[in-house]
């Protein structure tokens, strides 16, 4: 068993097995409450949980995942109520996942995204999901990965996963998408300074939201002007197929989109790029205007994605980072349990200040019997 | 009471849906909720104004809470309440999801929620602290 629970009693065990088998069955056959629930045993990585992803696995990999995140009230939520109208027009289910700070000194959270659906309304081919930030840091990522999983296998064609994006936490949320959509509210030109930093690299659009206010068309060209200047930068995106970039920007839907708006930043189409460069587009979310050229450009990454082998790269390498995370936590519990084991972390700690010994030893003492297990256990095979 | 949960619930988090029904615009008393049950530790998730018995149903069923609170002072109750309930029976959601009413309710009119599998009813000058500690003990295990 994978759980790691080991307190549990053999009955329980069944039990959890049993209902675990129901859920991922309800998942699969596309019940609502069984999708729901399977969603709150990721959550709250209730015994068995794993097991439950890991059955689900195999029945996901075909819907579209979107990120959105921006500053709060840049719009992310009433965004992602168009965004989804227009998916659910076009005949596509779509699944939301909306994830709101929690606090951290109760652990509790007004999780608020909701009230911004109303376009979907009464309509259960939307699955919206509020998350709150809860736990460690990490632990959201790993959470909202699975999430997306249980969506994906429940069959739904777009997942779009919405956060506020202030740190290094959410860039890693944002990263579980195949496209990322940054939102930047008009007048922010500070902000775009500060964006400079972090969220140049993994935004794949941004979305000049409210771009009916004033200071919009600034806001515009001065991410024009930070997209030109980052166009060569080292990210490595998509740097396997050469002959891509004309090929992508030649076709149909890239050149009615650019006929739409005059946002098209791509003004040195000449040059043969494999790159994406990142698209600017203006929405008015309030009223929906410029969501269906959100929608566009949405497609015309997708495009990209598939065209250049960057989706598959993108996933392989997503995958890698959650094995590796997994590792993490799964090892950290072996190591706190044989730390238990050796007299517990805070006696190590007096010897330490005591001057007895130091953190190395410490940590060598406690990795050493797991090694010599782990390696016994591979030679003798 | 904490001895006993936090054993049980070392990593479960009680989540609340906030709901308002039908025509009514007051919600200060659902804000205030809102915010003590978030700095007892729960997550609420607040539903917004003039919600229909059908999105509320969809709210709670989606969001998977433990607890629905719905919140009406328009009088419709006997209306809106029984709406919910047959929506979340539709769902397989009723069995596990304590509601809780909150406004006024005319004493008559209890009885009938009561039975309508409305778990309690908390009309003006119930405490904040007797409402959380209903939750922490009632709450569905799951």
């Not at chain 1, 759980?3 to 549990?8: C, L, P, S």
């Not at chain 1, 805070?346 to 001057?355: L, Q």
Request: proline share 3%; glycine share 12%.
């Amino acid at each position: 068993m994978t759980g790691g629970d080991g307190g549990d009693t053999t009955s329980t065990v069944a039990s959890d097995q049993s209902e675990i088998d129901r859920l991922v069955e309800g998942v699969l056959a596309g019940e609502h409450r069984a999708l729901a629930r399977t969603i709150t045993k990721i959550e709250n990585r209730a015994p068995g949980y794993r097991d439950l992803v890991a059955a689900l696995h195999p029945h996901a990999g075909s819907a579209e995942v979107l990120g959105i995140t921006g500053s709060p009230g840049a719009g992310k939520s009433t965004l992602v109520d168009k965004l989804a109208k227009t998916y659910r027009d076009q005949g596509l289910t779509v699944g939301v996942i909306a994830i709101d700070p929690a606090s951290p000194f109760t652990g509790g959270a007004v999780l608020g995204d909701r009230i911004r659906m109303a376009s979907n309304v009464g309509d259960m081919d939307v699955f919206f999901r509020s998350m709150s930030a809860r736990g460690t840091l990490g632990g959201l990522s790993t959470a909202t990965t699975d999430a997306v999983t249980a969506l994906d296998a429940f069959g739904k064609d777009r997942i779009i996963v919405e956060t506020v994006g202030a740190g290094q936490n959410e860039i890693d949320i944002v990263r579980t998408a195949d496209t990322v959509a940054v939102l930047v509210p008009p007048g922010s030109g500070d902000d775009v300074q500060m964006l400079k930093a972090g969220i140049l690299e993994i935004a794949d659009l941004f979305v000049v939201n409210k771009a009916d206010l004033e200071g919009a068309d600034r806001t515009v060209q001065e991410l024009q002007e930070m997209v030109q200047l980052g166009g060569g930068s080292p990210t490595g995106r998509g740097a396997r197929s050469g002959h891509h970039g004309a090929g992508h920007h030649g076709t149909g839907t890239a050149g009615s989109e650019s006929d739409g708006r005059e946002t098209q930043d791509h003004t040195s189409d000449g040059e043969d790029d494999p790159e994406w460069n990142p698209r600017i587009v203006e929405t008015v979310a309030n009223t929906g205007e410029g969501v269906d050229d959100l929608v566009a450009a949405l497609a015309d990454h997708r495009e990209y994605l598939v065209d250049s082998g960057e989706l598959d790269r993108q996933a392989r390498e997503r995958y890698a980072a959650e094995v590796r995370t997994l590792l993490r936590e799964d090892v950290h519990e072996l190591l706190a349990e044989e730390i238990e084991n050796q007299g517990g972390l805070e006696a190590a700690v007096d010897r330490i200040v005591a001057r007895e010994t130091d953190p190395y030893t410490v940590a060598d003492e406690v990795v050493a019997p797991v090694a010599d297990c782990v390696r016994g256990r591979r030679d003798g095979e | 009471m904490s001895t006993e949960q936090t054993g049980e619930r070392e990593r479960r988090q009680i989540r609340c849906l906030v709901a308002k029904v039908g025509l009514d615009g007051h919600d200060r008393g659902a804000h205030v909720i809102a915010r003590a049950f978030r700095d007892a530790g729960f997550e609420v998730i607040y539903s917004g104004l003039h919600r229909s018995p059908d999105e509320v149903v969809q709210a709670a069923v989606q969001e998977d809470v433990d607890v629905l609170g719905i919140s009406i002072l328009s009088g419709a109750h006997n209306t809106l309440v029984p709406k919910i309930m047959d929506g979340l029976r539709e769902y397989g959601a009723f069995e596990d999801t304590l509601v809780l009413v909150g406004g006024i309710i005319p004493d008559d009119d209890k009885d009938t929620l009561r039975e309508e599998g409305v778990a309690e009813i908390f009309g003006p000058g119930a405490s904040m602290d007797e409402m959380i500690e209903y939750v922490r003990e009632y709450a569905p295990e799951r």
